[in-house]
């Protein structure tokens, strides 16, 4: 599989956020999200066997004890078909194991240890119409639905989705403005005038090491 980077940090984002992960960034995307800041990943990468991923991620968690989280990410890792392999060993390995997806490709060939981390593309992110609705029939209670929002046309447009397909009873749900464009307390306001049972998200990686440091 072509693998972008593979690093150890501080989860950034999800209900896992503060927790130290270790990342694989597999490369490639389909869709050019106007907020996309992991466009490096996009091309190039390093070729790597399901074999060197694994021998990468467990030199990260030796002699460490309780959990041990891992979270496969991309660009659009659901590209690659090395990612079920993949995903499927690291879970058999004992990890808990992460998949951030863009919800535009079939979740439901995963494994079901795999908890899903999938977004749903917003009028402002240039890509709504690439959701595959049938994904949210697959969400289990321990998976997470994401929005990135750019305005307040993208929050309405989230709670009506969220309204419709009962999201907040089938996973958690986060709402995370897009980084410098939509205030974190603009969101706030408008998530507790909503009174929606959902999380604001920041991008907690861009506050501790800055917006646009790498591997981290
Ligand atoms: S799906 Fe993710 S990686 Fe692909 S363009 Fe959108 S934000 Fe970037």
Redesign the pocket.
């Known amino acids: 599989m072509w693998v972008t980077e593979i690093f150890h940090s501080i989860q950034g984002e999800s209900s896992y956020a503060g927790l130290p992960c270790t990342f694989v960034r597999l490369t490639g ?5 106007v ?5 490096y ?2 091309f190039g990468g390093e070729r790597m066997s399901v074999e060197e991923v694994l021998a990468r991620v467990g030199a990260f968690w030796e002699e460490v004890e309780g959990m041990r989280l891992v979270e496969v990410t ?3 890792p659901l590209l690659q078909k090395d990612v079920y392999p993949l995903t499927e060993r690291l879970c058999d390995l004992g990890y808990t194991v992460l998949i951030e997806t ?1 919800g ?1 490709l079939p979740i439901w060939h995963l494994d079901p240890r795999v908890i899903r981390i999938m ?1 749903l ?1 917003t009028p402002g ?1 240039g ?1 709504a119409h690439a959701n595959l609705w049938e994904n949210i029939e697959h969400l289990r209670p321990r998976d997470e639905v994401k929005f ?1 929002l750019m305005d307040r046309r993208d929050f309405e447009w989230a709670c009506d989705i969220i309204h419709r397909y009962d999201l907040t009873r089938r996973a958690h749900v986060l709402l995370s403005p897009a980084h410098g464009v939509l205030d974190p307390k603009t969101l706030a306001e408008w998530i507790l005038h909503s009174r929606l049972p959902v999380r604001l998200q920041i991008q907690l990686h861009k506050y501790i090491w800055g917006a646009n440091a790498r591997g981290v």
């Open positions: 995307c389909h869709l050019r999200c907020y996309c800041d992991t466009t990943a996009f991309g660009g659009e863009s535009s977004d593309k992110s890509h990135v």
